[in-house]
């Protein structure tokens, strides 16, 4: 059972766009929303995280939206440049000392920022 | 630079052969788990170790086993090797239920 669903596939974006990526999630449990940022060769790095308890955080160029209700969450990349071109996945967890480490990733969206 | 080394990089071996691979954390991450990630997929969770003990499994079979070592070291072993367990192993650490959780590069292995 796939419990983060994660739009788009494929986002290509000129540079200087804003790159939208969404995800919705079932499992009401979650209080835990990472995204991960990964380049070809290397293992996933995390980019911005989110608790349900607030509705949106910024950090520098990324923000990530969160709406409780509809249990979804977006990530938002102002003026995307060449070197965004990365998978990115978004994930969600229960925090804690047995399952903090135990992410349920969506299926990722390739992005491609065109120069 | 995560602090999370994983060995060998690549690994070529065949149906039915086991395998171990090799995840190396930072001093103190006391809990690392195991990912697999399929070509184009995102990550699966396999199993977590906290303080050498495994407290949380995924959907894998008991086949895909672990150990995690007091010098904050850890392996991931696969028995009976199949072809569909071809993938990118990746370790993940973490100190604390509340820290951020670091990734390794990971092991492509392939199964022929």
Not at chain 1, 34 to 40: G, T
Not at chain 1, 67 to 74: D, G, H, L, P, Y
Not at chain 2, 2 to 8: A, D, I, R, W, Y
Request: charged share 15%; glycine share 10%; net charge neutral.
């Amino acid at each position: 059972q796939q419990q983060v669903k994660q739009s788009p596939q494929s986002l290509i974006v000129q540079k200087g766009g804003i790159s939208i990526i969404n995800c919705a999630y079932e499992n009401t449990a979650f209080d835990y929303f990472p995204w991960y940022q990964q380049f070809p060769g290397k293992g996933p790095a995390l980019l911005i995280a989110i608790r349900p308890d607030v509705s949106e955080k910024k950090e520098g160029r990324f923000t990530i939206s969160f709406n409780k209700s509809a249990k979804q969450f977006s990530l938002h990349i102002m003026d995307s440049q060449p070197g965004d071109s990365a998978t990115y996945f978004c994930a969600a967890s229960m925090l804690g000392e047995t399952s903090g480490s135990r992410l349920t990733f969506g299926e990722g969206t390739q992005l491609t920022v065109n120069p | 630079e995560t602090g999370v080394t994983q060995s060998p990089t690549h690994l070529i071996k065949t149906r039915g052969q086991q395998v171990t691979l090799r995840c190396s954390s930072q001093s103190g991450h006391n809990t690392v788990s195991w990912y697999q990630q399929a070509l184009g997929q995102g990550p699966q969770f396999i199993f977590q170790y906290y303080r050498e003990e495994e407290n949380g499994r995924g959907n894998f079979p008991p086949r895909f086993s672990g150990l995690q070592f007091p010098n904050y070291s850890s392996e991931l072993n696969v028995n009976a090797l199949e072809l569909d367990d071809s993938a990118l192993y990746l370790c993940a650490s973490r100190q604390g239920p509340f820290g951020k959780l670091f990734f390794g590069s990971g092991t492509q292995l392939s199964v022929l």
